[in-house]
């Protein structure tokens, strides 16, 4: 009996290593595919991200718990319009589960993205704005460029009264919305060449094209907490503070 159980033990022993074995083997191409899967929601091109892990360890026959996978990517190009520079997500604290194996939780972790002023112009140029009986900004005339100093978006408006396009320069900074995940243009000046218009109306107009970056639809929830303007970039930084809507099944 004694023998039988020692023979048991082993067996039940090499069995369990043998899983660890596979696990560690296993695991990082599992959470590959699985990010490479639900990113391919946003991006065009997800197979061009690179996605590492920490050693796994294993909570159960059929689980695991990674402290931390970090994924990154360049020249990412969104379903949505518009392309990020560089991207790097950090996930703590990720639960897998399976068969089928899956992602079955996400902790927290922190965010990094880096956005040119031309793929901010593609983006904001879809998006028309008007201000009733006062003017319109066609969005074909919209340029933004980013420096370390500054923001400047750059257009023409369209006056009635007078039938012209008016250039304008609008110079402000790039900040954290209200809202989650997003960054709004706040004009500090606005230049106006030879005629006389409202500039608080047209100030509102050029402020409902925010946000100007936008990271809600990201399938983790976000908090931008630092924005930071260089030449012809703009770098976000956030926290990821949880699931935004159920990708795990």
């Not at 972790?109 to 112009?121: N, P, S």
């Not at 809202?179 to 030879?194: E, P, Y």
């Not at 936008?214 to 976000?222: A, I, K, N, R």
């Amino acid at each position: 009996m004694i023998k039988r159980f020692l023979i048991f033990v082993v067996v039940l022993g090499v069995a369990l290593a043998g899983l660890y074995v596979w696990w560690q083997r296993n695991a990082t191409q599992i959470i590959t595919r699985e990010i490479r899967a639900q990113a391919s929601g946003f991006f065009t091109n997800s197979s061009a991200l690179d996605v590492s892990n920490d050693p796994v360890k294993m909570t159960g026959l059929r689980t695991a718990h990674v402290p931390q996978v970090v994924v990154k990517g360049t020249d990412l190009r969104l379903r949505e319009g518009g392309e990020l520079a560089s991207a790097k997500i950090v996930l703590k604290d990720i639960d897998v589960a399976g068969p089928p194996f899956r992602l079955s939780r996400v902790g927290d972790g922190y965010f990094v993205v880096t956005v040119t002023d031309d793929a901010v112009t593609d983006y904001i140029r879809e998006r028309g704005v008007r201000v009733t009986a006062v003017a319109r900004i066609p969005m074909d005339t919209v340029t933004v460029n980013f420096t370390k100093a500054a923001t400047q978006l750059r257009g023409e408006v369209k006056v009635p009264l007078i039938r012209k396009q008016v250039p304008i320069i609008a110079t402000g900074q790039l900040l954290p919305s209200s809202a989650s995940g997003q960054v709004d243009f706040r004009v500090r000046n606005l230049q106006i060449t030879k005629y006389s218009l409202n500039v608080k109306q047209l100030t509102e107009a050029i402020e409902h094209l925010n946000p100007v970056i936008d990271l809600s639809e990201w399938p983790v929830q976000t908090t931008v907490t630092k924005v930071q303007t260089g030449n012809g970039t703009v770098t976000i930084t956030g926290r990821v503070h949880g699931i935004q809507r159920s990708l795990f099944p």
